[in-house]
């Protein structure tokens, strides 16, 4: 794939913005993990967001879905606020896909019915059709083959694949990855980061929290880096690697390259 | 090539006769080791000494169709105890003449025990067929319409009650006890709380004094002139206490649940009704089948309890037999008989929970 092909056709100029996020801060307890988070995502607009373990990247997008409680500050996706007001979070839950470093695929079901699930019940397609969404959206992840079987019976790989054709059954407007391919066995992070390219290439929003570089430059707009619940620095990939600002981002840099 | 070295393999690698067989399963199973050994030849022997007699008692020196005063004269059982009180053991003081409509009554039930056995026949269909069921079977036990004579619940007993009190204590208890284990993981503490409190304090009680409480003391706090049936009450004090059993297994089946389970649900937008009812439940049900289940086969047992408060049950219709002179002293062979009605019960039950484990887990393993 052409990565400069792919970015050109698709950087958004206009301001429509999916995710707006205004010094939001979020406490554990006494810990304060997100200190003062200012983020703004564009439609077709693509993240990814690097920075050391326990920096506080999985709780900020965790807070974007509600998963997660913030504290102070604001957070507003496709234009709703994020309150405590549960149609408000159930709205939006359903318009944001979510795909997980452990696949959270539910076992006692098959993958097809895995891909139903929510359009039946949150959407309230009829069952047919929600089954002509799975097989369509299976076709997209190369698993369609798939579809009967049980999650344990798929290799990590197929099983993250049919994660992400899960999310996409629910036609969302915007997808976030929490370290999609690090519990993955070297041979099969190939597969889905291809899946997640593919994604991109059709002009998904994403927030991806991932260190896979090479990905970073093939797709993201802007990478961020995070540490100690502040975003340190942003910039477009070139810049990021290149020509990283901060001491930190320098050396964590230095650490994952090698 | 590849069939020459595969015949000399088999070849070297045929197994030494003592290695299959009956003595080779002897030796592996029951012999491996001087314990082992040992253990085997002193149960051979007590099976020996327990078996014979106990087959000669039952079986060949028996008697099946005599009167009671017969019976006194012979060494084995005396199993005319049964045929001769069958009908009192098993409907009580339920109107003669009209024993065959508990009778019926029964069949309906293990009729649709036996249907719903198969998971394939869990439609609404089958639900409509319960409730329509339901319905007969109480129609059948109270009489009083389409020239039934009406049949008051005081003359209930025997094996329908049993069956009653555990039937539907049991399923009622099942999707309370769930509500409990729900309510005790609730974030309101309200919910959480009153639920903590139900399940320690039924836990803390034995059944015996539920039953008490429900049969003298519940009565005292009623108005004047208003009785509440006192099976129904029996029935209550049986659910309540069961659920709370039910609801300390679910809550382990639902602490089993990895985190990313609710998560996954939550982020595809499914409420919390739903998250349970479609992912959170069905896999945490599954875990706890096997406790689960231990405690309805205790619950079905414990229904003979009802005796204290003065119900006739099959187990006290089976006492009732021996205090009648005539059959005095023949209670191993009665109890014999209640302990196989009980067993059949229990066994089915366990055997139905390991079929469902069985189906519920096709496919999905790890
Ligand atoms: N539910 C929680 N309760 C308390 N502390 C938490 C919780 N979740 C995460 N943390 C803490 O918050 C910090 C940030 O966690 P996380 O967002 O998962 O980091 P990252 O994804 O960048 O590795 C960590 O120190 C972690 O221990
Ligand atoms: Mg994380």
Known sequence: MNKELLKNTEKQSSNDAMIEITNMHKWFGDFHVLQGIDLTVQKKERIVICGPSGSGKSTLIRCINRLEEHQRGRIIVDGIELTNNIRNIEKIRAEVGMVFQHFNLFPHLTIVENLTLGPIWVRKVPKFEAEEIAMFNLEKVHIAEQAKKYPGQLSGGQQQRVAIARSLCMNPKIMLFDEPTSALDPEMIKEVLDAMIELAQEGMTMIVISHEMGFAKSVAHQVLFMDFGKIVEGNTPEEFFENPQHERTKLFLSQILH | MEESIQRTQTDELKPSVTSVGAIGWARSNLFNGVFNSILTIVTLYLLWEIIPPLFQWAFIDSVWHT????????????????????????????????????????????????????????????????????????????????????????????????????????????????????????????????????????????????????????????????????????????????????????????????????????????????????????????????????????????????????????????????????????????????????????????????????????????
């Open chain 2, 67 to 366: 009167t009671g005063k017969a019976c006194r004269g012979i060494d084995g059982a005396c199993w005319s105890i049964i045929p001769t009180n069958l009908r009192f053991i098993i409907f009580g003081f339920f109107p003669y003449e009209s024993q065959w409509r508990p009778l019926l009554a029964m069949f309906i039930l293990f009729g649709l025990l036996f249907y719903s056995r198969d998971r394939k026949h869990w439609t609404k269909y089958l639900g409509y067929g319960w409730i329509a069921g339901l319905f007969v079977m109480g129609l059948l036990m109270k009489g009083g319409l389409f020239g039934l004579t009406p049949v008051e619940s005081t003359q209930w007993g025997g094996l329908p009650l049993t069956l009653l009190l555990s039937v539907f204590g049991l399923t009622a208890a099942y999707p309370l006890g769930v509500v409990l284990a729900l309510g005790r993981q609730s974030k309101m503490p309200g919910v959480k709380w009153l639920s903590v409190i139900y399940i320690e304090l039924i836990r803390g009680v034995p059944l015996i004094s539920l039953l008490f409480m429900s049969s003298i003391i519940f009565p005292l706090f009623l108005p004047e002139g208003i009785t509440i049936n006192k099976i129904l009450r029996a029935q209550v004090a049986i659910i309540l206490f069961t659920a709370a059993y039910i609801a300390e297994v679910v809550r382990g089946g639902l602490q089993g649940m990895s985190r990313g389970q609710y998560e996954a649900a939550e982020s595809m937008g499914l409420n919390y009704y739903l998250t349970m009812r479609l992912v959170i439940l069905p896999q945490a049900l599954k875990i706890v089948i096997p406790p689960t289940v231990s405690i309805l086969i205790s619950a079905f047992k414990d229904t003979s309890l009802v005796v204290i408060i003065a119900l006739y049950d099959v187990l006290k219709t089976t006492q009732s037999v021996l205090s009648n002179p005539e059959w005095m002293g023949f209670s191993r062979e009665a109890y014999i008989f209640v302990a196989i009605l009980y067993f059949l019960g229990c066994f089915s039950m366990s055997n139905f929970s390991r079929k469902l484990e069985k189906e519920l887990s096709a496919g999905e393993q790890q």
